[in-house]
């Protein structure tokens, strides 16, 4: 069999994987009775399964480690996600059951960060376009910051039903789009995207499983280390990758960095991201999820294409992408509290 007919099954498998292994995960919380329980704090109004982004997490890392295997993906790609991505997963599956100090959290959290960065060789240099940021040594520290900022935002985002599990989808597929165009490897992305569907089949609205902080905070540790990894390998510039997670980069800043202005502990369980204000005024999650998506395809995707068509203008192109998620962010009261 030719080595793009082993990739497809190794694909297909990893979403047979994930829906399985969600539907297991959910019969296992049922039975056990681990649900999450609406709550003052909660975007939804009755208890549910929680914990399922755990079959993410096993599909993609055992999908990873077969392409390893074969020779088909990275050996310092691999070893960053097989490695950093477990502690991640590991430490939300600790916190889903025990909820940990965010203390103890942001320990593993900078650690498994850390530990990226050494294995891709620190933060690649920035092209602003008129200028080149050289980072040397200092590149391992915004680097390491960087990263946490980006999974745990991603956890900030996993609020409403099909959301984190969709834009997920997304953003991989369009990752691996502009690793087709530069020609190199799409095929960790590829997976991610199949993993993360195979979970949204339940997930989607009405949601019959939550993902929980094991699979919310894997997805945005890979989604960073596979751009960090096609930055450092010259395939693509961060802008791109940052322009494709557009939505959820904004509406998490703005939500913090407005609720930090406010003197409120940013990290603290609330529901004032724009997201969960949209969810409440449309009276649905649906209407909100599939909004995402529709940004993400219709315009985020294009705004990446621009900026790896013409790298030069990145930065105008990423403040030209993300500018207008500031004003819906803001449109929708991002980061206002609830009365």
């Known amino acids: 069999m030719s080595g793009m007919g082993i990739d497809a099954l190794v694909l297909i498998a990893v979403f047979a994987a994930a829906w399985a292994g969600t539907l297991g995960l959910r019969r296992y919380a049922l039975s056990r009775q681990v649900l999450d329980v609406p709550n003052a704090r909660s975007s939804h109004t009755r208890p549910t399964p929680r914990g399922g982004g755990v079959a993410i997490v096993v599909s993609f890392l055992a999908g990873l480690a077969l392409l390893h295997l074969l020779g088909r993906v990275d050996a310092s790609l691999f070893a960053a996600l097989i490695v950093g991505g477990s502690l991640i997963a590991l430490v939300g599956f600790w916190d889903d059951h025990a909820s940990l100090p965010a203390r103890v959290r942001i320990v593993f959290h900078f650690a498994a960060a850390a530990w990226a960065l050494y294995c891709l060789g620190g933060w690649p240099r920035l092209d602003l376009g008129f200028a080149v940021i050289e980072w040397g040594a200092w590149g391992y520290l915004v680097g390491t910051i960087a990263l946490v900022w980006l999974l745990n935002l991603y956890n900030f985002m996993d609020g409403i039903d099909g959301i984190a599990a969709s834009e997920a989808v997304s953003v991989a597929c369009g990752g691996a789009l502009l690793l087709w165009i530069a020609g190199a490897s799409l095929l960790a992305p590829l997976m991610l995207a199949a993993s993360s569907l195979g979970f949204a089949v339940l997930n989607w609205p009405p949601a019959k499983i939550f993902m929980g902080d094991a699979g919310s905070g894997f997805l945005g540790y890979v989604l960073g280390v596979l751009a960090l990894h096609a930055s450092a390998t010259g395939s693509t510039a961060l802008w791109p990758w940052l322009i494709l997670l557009g939505v959820f980069v904004v509406d998490a ?52 294409l621009a900026a790896v068509a013409w790298p030069s203008w990145s930065v105008p192109v990423a403040l030209l992408a993300l500018l207008p998620l500031v004003a819906v962010a803001l449109r929708f009261r991002s980061g206002e509290p609830e009365r």
């Open 253 to 304: 800043t703005v939500t913090m960095v407005r609720r930090m202005l406010r003197g409120q502990r940013w990290y603290e369980a609330h529901r004032s991201h724009a997201y969960q204000w949209a969810a409440r005024r449309y009276g649905a999650h649906l209407p909100v999820t599939l909004a995402v998506v529709l940004i993400d395809l219709i315009w985020l995707l294009p705004c990446a």
